[in-house]
């Protein structure tokens, strides 16, 4: 991060300096004590839990010298002898936003904002690698996508910095907006709508128009207009659906569309490859990621470097060094048994997608699927967990475990077709079984919702 004058932070999060001392400048923020230093401000997050304001002694103590507060009550009395800088505002997390927007404006940066159902930050991390083959490009920190993980991780960036890949989450409405709003994209990614976050937001209907709120703050960028990039899926996103003063590209696999993939050849852990025809000009595209639905959020990360003058070799090569952010079909192995680890969170499309990657994955022993609950399906959660079962029922694979409240439809779905269907409603129950239903040359898929911690059976797996 550039160092920001103390006076400009001020004025940036319209707050009021209410203790100054000798720093005038700050040259990082964080808003966990156990990571403060010297030059950091320390932003004290208000939350339901935990409030934030009690750890600033802790943050004191590391070398912070500038504290960001929306109150000061309850401060305990040994940090009136230390020397800092107190920043008050209403909110914090909105005021670290502000300062954000500030600090990004100051950067001559290309800003590329991803968002959607699923696929966010793999197609997020694929643009972050064609895009840094030709420039110093940053990106989100691991998946901090919301109001507090955004500002963070621009804070991050630096004027060596020519390109930011920046992924946008919600579960409601107007978060999109205020992330944009932050932003400011000259492109704008949307991977697809689907029914995550459902519940809240009451429709795939509604769940389009959140998602679109990013288009409201899409920015041109040296003469040349802001752009839209989406996949058309007949429904809502089409040219009609999504038209704004920007530009658009699609991508998809009919000749309306841009960007044409055809010819997807799964290679199960291995990757994929398929033909994306541009132009009027066919290539063979080959990415070390598991899943077809890559194919899509390929051609995204693709559509961004052609956009951005990036060349073939460039992004080819970029391509072929893809490494997913976190537990997204990652693949580990132990004592004979191969785990495809894939408990990063879950969606009914997710689950389907990561159900056809063990399908087409090789082994000498058994293909098991271990999926949990999906969360924030509201009112469809019983037919989405059926659906899912239903597509396992024809799939090559021998085994299902569902495990979960909600798992237990997927294990009705699941019933009378080709794989074993196996239920338990506690992950406690499937470890006592666990040696009975894995063994040598299995390759195991491990997904469900965060809050089911299916890390934990991925865990125990490979303790076998």
Not at 110 to 131: H, P, Q
Not at 266 to 295: S, Y
Not at 297 to 302: D, E, P, R, S, Y
Request: glycine share 10%.
């Amino acid at each position: 991060m550039d160092k920001i004058s103390i006076d400009a932070v001020v004025k940036a999060v319209n707050g009021s300096l209410i203790k100054k001392c000798g720093e005038n400048f700050i040259t990082g923020v964080k808003h966990d004590s156990r990571e403060c230093g010297a030059g950091d401000m320390f932003v004290a997050v208000s939350g339901e839990k935990q409030d934030g304001h009690k750890y600033i002694p802790q943050a004191l103590r590391s070398g912070c010298r500038t504290v960001l507060v929306s109150h000061q009550n309850g401060w305990p009395d040994d940090v009136d002898a230390i020397d800092f800088n107190v920043i008050e505002v209403d909110d914090t997390v909105y005021a670290m936003g502000e300062l954000a927007k500030y600090y990004l404006d100051t950067l001559d940066l290309i800003k590329i904002a991803v968002t959607g159902s699923v696929g966010k930050t793999s197609t997020r991390d694929m643009i972050y690698y064609v895009l840094k083959e030709k420039f110093s490009c940053g990106r989100n920190m691991k998946n901090f996508n919301n109001d507090i993980g955004l500002p963070l991780s621009i804070f991050q960036f630096d004027s060596s910095m020519q390109a930011a890949v920046l992924e946008m989450g919600m579960d409601k409405f107007g978060e999109i907006d205020r992330l944009a709003e932050i932003v400011k994209p000259h492109i704008a990614v949307i991977t697809n709508i689907g029914v995550s976050h459902i519940e809240n937001l009451g429709s795939r209907e509604g769940i389009f128009k959140a998602k679109m709120e990013v288009t409201k703050h899409i920015t041109s960028y040296k003469g040349n207009p802001g752009t839209l990039i989406f996949p058309w899926d007949g429904e809502f996103l089409t040219r009609e659906n999504t038209e704004g003063q920007y530009s658009q590209i699609v991508v998809g696999s009919d000749g309306k569309s841009d960007y044409i993939i055809s010819h997807i050849d799964d290679f199960g852990l291995k990757g994929i490859q398929f033909t994306l025809e541009h132009m009027e000009k066919n290539r063979k595209i080959r990415i070390p990621v598991p899943g077809r639905h890559n194919a899509v959020n390929g051609t995204l990360a693709l559509a961004v470097g052609d956009l951005l003058e990036v060349s073939e070799d460039q992004e080819n090569i970029g391509l072929s060094k893809v490494e997913l952010t976190g537990s997204r079909l990652k693949c580990l192995e132990n004592h004979g048994v191969t785990v495809i680890d894939d408990t990063y969170n879950a969606s009914p499309d997710s689950m389907k997608s990561a159900m056809k990657v063990l399908e087409k994955s090789p082994c000498s022993g058994s293909k098991t699927a271990i999926l949990g609950d999906m969360y924030e399906l509201g009112e469809q959660s019983q037919r989405q967990h059926l659906s899912v079962g239903l597509f396992a029922r024809g799939l090559r694979i021998n085994k299902v475990i569902a495990v979960g409240c909600m798992a237990k439809y997927i294990a009705e779905g699941a019933s009378g077709g080709k794989p074993e269907v196996i239920y338990f409603e506690k992950k406690e129950d499937l470890y006592d079984k666990m040696n009975q239903l894995i063994g040598p040359g299995d390759i195991i898929l491990v997904k469900g919702s965060r809050a089911m911690k299916m890390e934990q059976i991925v865990e125990k797996v490979l303790k076998i």
